[in-house]
């Protein structure tokens, strides 16, 4: 039976049907295919606070309120923090409150956000101090520092006792079961890590990244091991079942994977909300860097959230994750970077190591360099950026570096001028940029994305082909794989786009979500 996707025109009375074999829409519901290498489109549902199963809380009960002080606030926000820490958590591991009075609040530190439980309110987080928390990021000690850290601050997990075979032959995309030598020592509710090596056999098949004739930026054995953390969810002889699938193919031929367990130390429902975080004291808006880096950084957290921050004149990143797991960032606004236009700065919303199932919804991104970004290579996957905008960016919004994994652009939007090459975004070879960034994205969608001005000019989306994997870009407008960086590479699947008829299921998240859950 040959599989359709259904688009539907914007005239109630026209529907027409495109031949699309890798997804379906079959009495309601998506269907799946899969092409010869047994790539598939991923389920990106998992993505989010609590893997999405539930929303963002809404915790109304306040337990400290601070406001303002002359000189620097700090220790003053610090201090709140930790008082808190006393205060017992409820049956949802919640807190409560500490909430920040409208006003100005000069920071010269690092606000640290290390208790579970709590989350930090403004009162609103526009420009104006005399209506909107403004945090002001001020001076430049520590250098280049991050003015609030929300978690433990740690970077990545430990490897905790010996290592366990897979024994499956072949382990496809959006498979979350398989076979090991022994499951002796492993219960449910074991959190665990599968790691695929980065063996000579991989490398090989994948042309050792794709970095283009660069021989001194090819890939090396042991450089870059995929890592997928998961939760055990049910244990059958010798069989383990995970709580969200795999999003690389685990094939014996190229790489013995095995798992282990993992000792880590994460903050969780941690909530960042209503207010607004500027850098100040810098001077020349494209060149000035004597200020701090960041504005806001979640670093070591599980099930933490962000929403209604709006952030402004960082050097690299408005909000930016390290060592995340399932976390929210909804409604923010990461603008106006300053900073030299170059390298290493000016990643809005930026995705960095050790990184999987992170939801950005209805966010705002200006003149940044990739605007949003998954940047941490192979321990990177199943990020989401839905209905999000990209306005002014000098680069493109893309999977940045060495294979990171299961991330999708869903009714994502391009905005406002087209400035250089006009690439706006990415799934595709970096070649030789960077350090060798190769290939950048593996078994990635975008999906439903509007890249078309108000002119009748389109931005550039550039999908490509990576060996023993695929990317997809599927409907939405957009001039396609032109200004090609690397164009030795093959496309990816590409199908739907520039029809002028809407897509059906419109958000592939919403869609794979409500089937999952019922939301």
Same mark, same amino acid.
């Given at each position: ?36 290498? =047994? &790539?598939?489109?991923?389920?990106? %549902?998992?993505? @989010? +606070?609590?893997?999405?199963? $539930? ?32 205060k ?34 403004g ?41 366990t ?9 959006? =498979? &979350?079961?398989?076979?090991?030598? %022994?499951?002796? @020592? +492993?219960?449910?509710?074991? $959190? ?33 091991p ?23 193919h ?86 106006d970077?300053?900073?030299?236009i170059?390298g ?22 200006k ?55 006009h ?18 994205l ?60 809407k ?6 998240f ?8 019922g939301?």
């Open positions: 039976m040959t599989s359709y996707l259904l688009l539907i025109a914007n005239s109630a009375t026209l529907a027409q049907t495109v031949p699309l074999p890798i997804i379906s829409m079959e009495n309601g519901l998506l269907a799946y295919g899969s092409d010869e290498e =047994g &790539n598939q489109i991923p389920d990106f %549902s998992y993505a @989010g +606070y609590k893997n999405s199963n $539930v929303g963002i809380p809404v915790v109304t009960k306040v337990l400290k309120t601070i406001s303002p002080v002359m000189g620097d606030n700090t220790n003053h926000i610090n201090q709140a923090i930790l008082s808190m820490a006393r017992p958590k409820d049956s949802y591991g919640i807190r409560g409150v500490l909430l920040l009075e409208k006003g100005r609040y000069d920071v010269f530190g690092v606000i640290r956000v290390n208790v579970d439980g709590i989350i930090i309110r009162a609103g987080s526009g420009h104006n101090p005399d209506s909107a928390t403004v945090i002001y990021g001020r001076g430049n000690s520590p250098e280049k520092r991050t003015i609030m850290v929300a978690g433990s601050g740690t970077a990545k997990w430990e490897k905790q006792g010996e290592q075979n897979i024994t499956t032959e072949f382990v496809p995309v959006n =498979g &979350n079961s398989f076979e090991v030598e %022994s499951t002796k @020592g +492993y219960h449910v509710g074991d $959190v665990i890590v599968i790691e695929h090596p980065c063996t000579e056999e991989w490398l090989h098949a994948i042309d050792y990244g794709g970095t283009a004739g660069a021989a001194s930026e090819r890939w090396k054995v042991d450089e870059y995929i890592v997928f953390k998961r939760t055990i969810k049910e244990i059958r002889g010798n069989t383990i079942v995970t709580d969200v699938p795999l999003y690389n685990l094939n014996k031929k190229l790489a013995q994977s095995y798992i282990y367990k993992i000792r880590e130390d994460i903050r969780n429902n941690i909530g960042i909300e209503d207010l607004r975080i500027e850098i100040s004291d810098w001077k020349n808006r494209d060149s000035d860097e004597d200020h701090a880096r960041n504005a806001l950084q979640l670093k070591g957290v599980e099930d933490c959230w962000v929403k209604n921050v709006s952030t402004a004149y960082f050097i690299n990143s408005g909000v930016s994750l390290v060592n995340a797991n399932r976390v929210t960032v909804a409604d923010c606004l990461a603008e970077p300053v900073s030299r170059h290493g700065r000016r990643y809005n919303f930026s995705v960095d190591d050790y990184c999987s199932q992170i939801l950005f919804k209805d966010c705002i991104a003149k940044g360099r990739h605007n949003y970004i998954s940047n941490g290579a192979t321990t990177v996957s199943g990020i989401v950026f839905l209905h999000c905008v990209s306005i002014d960016p000098y680069a493109s919004s893309e999977g940045h570096r060495k294979w990171s994994m299961a991330v999708l652009f869903d009714n994502f939007q391009d905005r406002g001028h087209l400035i250089g090459n690439i706006v975004l990415g799934a595709y070879n970096r070649g030789s940029y960077g350090t060798g960034h190769g290939w950048s593996a078994h990635s969608v975008i999906w439903n994305c509007d890249l078309k001005r108000p002119d009748g000019r389109r931005g550039i989306v550039i999908c490509q082909k990576p060996p023993t994997a695929q990317n997809y870009v599927i409907g939405g407008f957009g001039d396609v794989n032109r200004n090609v960086p690397f164009p030795q590479y093959p496309a990816g699947h590409i199908t739907g786009i520039n029809k002028g008829i897509l059906l299921p419109e958000s592939l919403q869609q794979q979500l409500k089937e999952r859950t939301r």
